[in-house]
């Protein structure tokens, strides 16, 4: 190997850095390290000119290896990467020594720091001594986009990107696509419903045939890395064929009766049903895990439409990136929360949602009972802020507007209803505050909450009690409905797609961010993408945003041709290897094979599906495994810097 | 012309090597007519004053079993380097300290306690222990016990390494050919195995399954076993992954595992760190109290996976340096 | 082969649209009235709910769209005509003149040290002085000097030139002249941001006042290493570390006589602000006054409960009804009626910092429609959530409502997608 000629360069990062720690001190430190022929500090390496600093130095000191000592690699590796290749020098041959996250921004004493920022800048000095050149890796990248889940995000993310010209499959679970929105009934600020907007998605969606709609249709597996995943899913049967004219006989006979989810349990459903009541279902389904398989429904149907044969099938594709748009689930309140379950007098705000929809089970009449009610309470951040042993510690964001929403058609059908809002914070964010005014206008009474409100439930009486903190005493309101603003949680097969995908969650359980801010639709896992409220919760136009945003990410790297991967992965020495298959044991990506040469063994890296995560290389008997930049050698160059006394 | 001259010696061993010298059989002969054996304490009456007698550097190649124990083994290995050219650690003792190297976990005073007093098959009323000097007509001087086996590399320069315990007859030819050959590999290398692990020369390699993930361990008193299948996924902790090949997969054909007598491969720091490394990241074991178990299952950690190279591992031992 | 798409606005919504756009091949335009693309983010501190440093965030984004070879940067210019429709626009830009050549200037800032004119800066909100000629922050890309021909001594005394001597690379053109560049574009994207509304609208509040009363963003710059006092929190009045700072919600938003709309992102910026200032000064009161404290997004709650439980944040629901000072000490006085008892309290404090809401900016060069309280009105929010009253102009980011840095982005991608389509003749 050359001589090494490392250049140390230290960021002040603003104040960042350079108020904890004594940078000038630091420099002078490095200067005296093996094998370093210069160093440098500036305000903000990270900037145009910090980055030229270094250009400069590279090729007029010669330099063959850089040391960056400023902020976390995540932040600003690829950007200093960048710098050396822009230099001519390979890019991996860049150490980065992490003294803001790792030492500025934890400690206070600033003696202390700033030896601890000389020692982090030795140890990556003395790992930078033993680096090597390394190539990335480049893969064609197959055209196609998987979407997970049939909402209006999907939908969007779907249509977007065929518009686009990019071949998508579009899954989806239920039979049907339209998503929780299509049950929204009447949407804030125009006079759309969710099933309008769902079900034009639907007929667009249905028109283009760029897009391979796949409902009734689960996620079996996806391996594979970005760029090209292979896609395994499982097509459940719905028993009826196109065959059939909805003439509706078939409900008539059969037998199994089960609550419909699609009227979040207010009503019932028979096995074999239409799994919208809109007119964009095209077919009548059987719902497999119900139905008891009788056959009358056979006998009766006039076109030979049904066929209780039918099996699941399995399907592979192959795709370049992945949508997930799972969605959410409405929180359900345990019974006895608020009452609920306990009377049908306490509802949530998606069963008032199907209450008021004129193709809901009351044709869009409130009536509980055969009784318009007189008085209704609503209770916000049920299932959120924490109010109750069982909900979430997030705001669902949505509710309070959609609340209003709902208040504002219910006054405009029974003026005469009293409606109380008991509340905690009033979230009518942004232009929804205009929400918020109309309601005090129409004189909604509004009262706020600090502890959960007791829902008591006597006979036919409900009565809500709680202490008001604008009166500042306990007051009781009897009411003829509770409607209980519900959050969003986490779609209850999230863990599921999760492990498919190889994507994080949150502690709250939704999918988890590349970066909250500034890469809300990606995903950590390269080539998944993230739409609509499977990340957190979200109102409909916020999920149908995200899915475009998320279908400009996944165009943006369906239209590459190639897509590079870093090199920083395992790699096993073949000469070495005795093919003991350990790795092959251990390896949670499948990345490793054991490939036969006449009778002797030996294993090989899979450089698309390696994550370069080095369970191969720590547990390799022989060594000859390594994971490249994090070789064995290299890592204890590193410790005997850490341990070295000057 | 004269022929090139040859030492043998051994410090703390079992005599094994030696015997593995004279396993070479006939081949012995070949030897003999090759070189001059100038010192073989073991077989050869040449006294340490005739090595001292020879010119410094005289000496071809001198093969050192056994670990450094006594100051009489570091004054002998020390006066073994200068007279020779080349200096070769023969055999796992030698080489990293072996299963001597074990009484390291100990310190001189447990050791001694234990050996002329506490072990049950001593019997010592008055509590005799050895002395370094002893004056009754004469002055006698008996060579010390040093505190702690070292492995020879760590008293003297070493240039080669001949692993095994012992080295097979087949190692030790071919060591012996390339050290005779002229044609020396660079220094530290090993002589006469293979730089892969065992499993590569395994019989059984190709009879594992694609993953293998253990859900208990057994020692071979426990089980029967199928000579047909890797040991490994019989349960047995074979140490064959991680310990040099070069032996032949001598104790696996007789359906015992490998207890890594070959030590580690070139790339590995610490053969120990390794093994446990190795053999922890296929048990399929997820809670604190599989953890528990399994240690149950494991009586002597160190004497599994550092059975001969704790002197020369990262670890080194457990010497107190409190005496009572 | 696509068609161009233009952005206008180098804040980060256009900054990410602009970036998605030119990742999925497309040629972009990207014109930033100022001379650095930036925008308000660049401004920030830190951001919420992670703390992420704005500028560590952003900067890599600004240079990776002075890098991009999809991005044709045009800063200090302005989009003066637009004519056309979708798919195919005539779009004419005024490229304004910095009287220094962009591509001579190696942004050594040798000028600046030398001019000896000294001009509030309006990146620190006029807390501190710039030079006549300058870079408006030291991330600035493109880092290209620019002289403020009001303020430059040449140009309204005609002497000086001093910066014209001084540049090693003769960049400095006095003779430069304004300069139109026309293009043809599928689409536009508009991302021109926002203003504060005018704090003395809201004369109760005492801002212009009272030395001691900032707005947000005035104090984001207090509290940013790179802002006037190198991140020191101290008086305007005597530069001294307060030892009590209110924040007040709701100034100029949710307010029916000046913008009954809510700004969205300024609940969570005070509790940032007031986290960031208990992290500064360590001994310091925080109290936010506010309405509802909005705390929506993701992550938002969680941040919320930590300045009240980790970082002792007061929280106290109400609106205050006047603020005044007092005379001896520029301390202040806020009262307010407490909502609980009613009682009318004040509460002393050394510094107010006013969260003022947001008004939208617009380019004026394209005619949108507008609903009643003057935002933009969007086509058709649910099927299209991005599009305005015109066929092919999207619009992103604040300008298309109040929001926050994700939700600006998010949107950013969306209309990038959008804008993408019609540039490869689909749609």
């Not at chain 1, 795709?319 to 748009?325: R, T």
């Not at chain 1, 705001?395 to 058609?409: A, F, P, Q, V």
């Not at chain 1, 251990?586 to 890296?605: H, L």
């Not at chain 2, 390291?104 to 506490?118: A, P, T």
Request: hydrophobic share 40%; net charge neutral; charged share 25%.
């Amino acid at each position: 190997m050359e001589q090494p000629r490392i250049g140390v360069y230290i960021c002040h990062c603003g104040v960042n850095i350079a108020g904890t720690v004594n940078v000038r001190e630091v420099v002078e430190y490095a200067k005296n390290l093996p094998n370093v022929v210069e160093a440098k500090d500036y305000v903000f390496m990270c900037s145009a000119p910090g980055q030229e600093i270094i250009r400069e130095d590279i090729k007029k000191c010669q330099l063959n290896r850089v040391v960056v000592a400023a902020c976390s690699p995540t932040m600003h590796e690829h950007t200093f990467r960048t710098v050396l290749a822009e230099a001519g020098l390979n890019p991996y041959l860049l150490e980065m020594a992490n003294i803001r996250e790792h030492c500025s921004w934890v400690h206070t004493d600033k003696v202390a720091a700033t030896e601890k920022a000389k020692k982090l800048v030795e140890i990556a000095v003395a790992k930078a001594s033993t680096l090597e050149p390394l190539e990335e890796i480049e893969f064609k990248v197959n055209e196609n986009l998987l979407i997970v889940g049939g909402g209006v995000a999907g939908m969007t993310a779907a249509l977007d990107s065929a518009r686009r010209g990019f071949r998508v499959y579009l899954v989806e679970k239920k039979p049907i696509l339209g998503g929780n929105t299509a049950r929204l009934g009447r949407l804030a600020g125009t006079d759309m419903r969710g099933v309008d907007v769902a079900g034009s998605m639907i007929e667009y969606v249905k028109r283009n045939g760029m897009i391979t709609t796949l409902t009734n249709t689960e996620l079996v597996s996806v391996d594979g890395s970005v760029g090209n995943f292979k896609v395994t899913l499982l097509k459940k049967p719905t028993y009826v064929n196109e065959k059939c004219t909805k003439c509706g006989e078939c409900v008539k006979v059969c037998p199994v009766e089960v609550p419909n989810e699609y009227e979040f349990g207010l009503t019932k459903r028979k096995a074999i049903y239409l799994p919208s009541p809109a007119s964009y279902a095209s077919t009548y389904v059987i719902d497999g895990e119900n139905c008891t398989k009788c056959g009358e429904c056979v006998k009766i149907c006039p076109v030979n439409a049904i066929n209780l044969e039918e099996e699941s099938e399995r399907i592979e594709i192959y795709v370049g990136a992945v949508i997930a748009a799972c969605g959410y689930d409405p929180y359900e309140p345990s019974v006895g929360e608020y009452g609920y379950g306990l009377s049908n007098k306490v509802i949530t705000l998606f069963q008032l949602n199907r209450l008021l929809d004129p193709e809901g089970p009351t044709n869009g009449e409130l009536k509980i009972d055969g009784f318009v009610p007189r008085s209704i309470a609503f209770i916000m951040c049920v299932g959120s802020l924490n109010t109750t042993p069982n909900s979430y510690p997030y705001c669902s964001r949505m509710c309070c507007s959609s609340t209003l929403k709902d208040i504002l058609l219910l006054k405009e059908k029974y003026p005469n209803i009293d409606v109380y809002v008991i509340y905690k914070d009033m979230r009518t964010y942004g232009r929804d505050e205009q929400l918020y005014l109309t309601a005090c206008e129409k004189f909604v009474k509004f009262a706020r909450f600090r502890e959960a409100p007791k829902v008591s439930v006597t006979g036919e009486s409900l009565e809500v009690t709680f202490f008001e903190e604008t009166l500042g005493e306990e007051i009781s309101i009897p009411v003829d409905l509770v409607v209980l603003a519900v959050g969003m949680k986490p779609p209850k097969d999230v863990e599921k797609i999760r492990t498919i995908l190889k994507v994080g969650c949150g502690p709250e359980g939704f999918l988890k961010e590349a970066h909250l801010k500034l890469r809300p639709v990606e995903a950590v896992t390269d080539g998944v993408y993230l739409a609509g409220a499977v990340t957190g919760p979200k109102n409909v136009v916020e999920s149908i945003t995200s899915g475009s945003a998320a279908a400009s990410k996944a165009v943006g790297l369906l239209c590459r041709e190639k897509v590079r991967i870093e090199p920083t992965i395992a790699s096993i020495r073949e000469e070495l290897c005795s093919g003991c298959g350990i790795c092959v044991s251990v390896c949670p990506y499948g990345a490793i094979i054991i490939q036969i040469k006449e009778n002797t063994r030996s294993a090989k890296v899979e450089p698309a599906l390696c994550k370069g995560c080095g369970v191969c290389a720590a547990s390799c008997p022989s060594g000859a495994a390594q994971q490249l930049k994090y070789k064995d050698i290299q890592l204890k160059a590193q410790i005997l810097a850490a341990t070295y006394k000057r | 012309m004269e022929k090139p001259k040859m030492a043998l010696y051994w410090c703390a061993s079992c005599g094994g090597c030696e015997e593995a010298v004279v396993d070479l059989a006939e081949k012995i002969l070949d030897v003999i007519n090759l070189v001059d054996i100038v010192f073989w304490p073991v077989a050869v009456d040449f006294k340490i004053d005739d090595v001292e007698k020879l010119p410094d550097g005289s000496i071809v190649a001198s093969l050192i079993n056994g670990g450094v124990r006594l100051s009489e083994h570091e004054h002998v290995v020390k006066l073994l380097r200068r007279k020779s050219k080349i200096v070769v650690a023969y055999g796992a003792c030698s080489s990293w300290g072996g299963i001597p190297g074990l009484a390291n976990l100990y310190d001189k005073e447990e050791i001694l306690k234990y050996v002329y007093g506490d072990a049950p098959s001593v019997d010592n009323p008055g509590g005799v222990r050895p002395r370094e000097k002893h004056v009754e007509e004469v002055e006698l001087e008996l060579p010390s016990f040093l505190p702690r086996l070292l492995p020879l590399d760590v008293v003297i320069d070493v240039d080669y390494y001949i692993p095994g315990c012992p080295p097979t007859p087949e190692v030790t030819w071919k060591a012996l050919e390339i050290l005779l050959s002229g044609n020396l590999p660079p220094k530290g290398s090993v002589l006469g195995a293979s730089d892969r692990a065992l499993c590569y020369e395994c019989p059984l390699n190709n009879t594992k399954p694609d993953k293998i993930l253990l859900k208990d361990i057994k020692r071979p008193h426990q089980v029967i076993v199928d000579p047909e299948k890797c040991l490994l996924t019989q349960e047995l902790i074979c140490l064959g992954p991680v310990t040099r090949g070069g032996c032949g997969a001598l104790c696996i054909k007789a359906a015992m595992p490998c207890t890594g007598c070959f030590g580690s491969l070139d790339e590995v720091i610490d053969y120990g760190g390794k093994a446990v490394s190795y053999f922890a990241s296929i048990l399929d074991y997820y809670t604190e109290e599989d953890v528990e178990r399994i240690l149950d299952r494991l009586p002597d950690p160190m004497g599994v996976f550092y059975r001969y190279t704790l002197p020369a591992s990262r670890l080194r031992g457990k010497i107190k340096t409190t005496m009572r | 082969m696509s068609k161009p798409v233009l952005v206008i606005g180098g804040g980060i919504a256009g900054i990410q649209a602009a970036l998605d756009l030119a990742d999925q091949g497309i040629q972009v335009y990207l014109v930033e009235k100022s001379p650095s693309i930036g925008g308000r983010m660049a401004q920030l501190d830190k951001t919420f709910p992670t703390l992420d440093c704005a500028s560590c965030i952003l900067t890599p984004k600004m240079v990776s769209v002075a890098r991009h070879n999809n991005i044709k940067l045009l800063t200090y210019s302005e989009v003066i005509e637009v004519s056309g429709r979708a798919g195919d626009f005539n779009v004419k830009i005024l490229k304004k003149p910095r009287y220094v050549e962009e591509e001579n200037c190696i942004g050594c800032g040798e000028c600046v040290a030398k001019c000896p004119s000294r001009v509030p800066d309006e990146f620190n909100l006029k807390m501190s002085n710039r030079k006549a000629i300058y870079f408006p922050f030291p991330q600035a890309v493109p880092l290209k000097a620019t002289i403020d021909k009001e303020h430059c001594l040449f140009f309204t005394k005609g002497v000086c030139r001093v910066c014209e001597r001084f540049c090693p690379t003769k960049a400095i053109n006095f003779e430069q002249q304004p300069k139109t560049i026309e293009l043809n574009v599928a689409a536009i994207i508009i991302a021109t941001g926002y203003d504060l509304i005018d704090p003395s609208l809201a004369p109760l509040y005492g801002y212009g006042k009272y030395q001691n009363v900032y707005t947000s963003l005035e104090f984001e710059r207090l509290v940013s290493s790179t802002g006037p006092t190198n991140g020191e929190i101290i008086r305007r009045s005597d530069g001294k570390h307060p030892k009590s700072i209110a924040f007040i919600q709701c100034v100029c938003s949710r307010d029916v006589k000046i913008n009954p709309n809510c700004s969205a992102f300024c609940c969570m910026a005070s509790v940032k602000e007031a986290i960031l200032a208990k992290e500064h000064l360590g001994d310091v009161d925080c109290t936010i006054f506010y309405m509802d404290l909005r705390a929506f997004g993701k992550g938002y709650q969680e941040f919320y409960k930590r300045a009240m439980e980790e970082f002792n944040i007061k929280f106290i629901k109400a609106k205050p009804a006047k603020i005044e000072e007092k005379p001896e000490t520029k301390n202040l006085l806020i009262t307010y009626e407490e909502q609980v008892t009613g009682v009318k309290r004040v509460l002393e404090v050394d510094m107010v910092v006013l969260a003022v809401g947001v008004k939208p900016v617009y380019p004026e060069a394209i005619s949108l429609e507008k609903n009643e309280d003057g935002w933009v009105k969007l086509r058709n929010p649910y099927l299209d959530p991005v599009s305005t009253s015109i066929e092919g102009v999207y619009i992103i980011g604040v300008a298309a409502g109040a929001k926050d840095i994700p939700d600006s982005v998010t949107q950013a991608g969306a209309a990038a997608v959008k804008a993408s389509i019609l540039a490869w003749g689909g749609g």
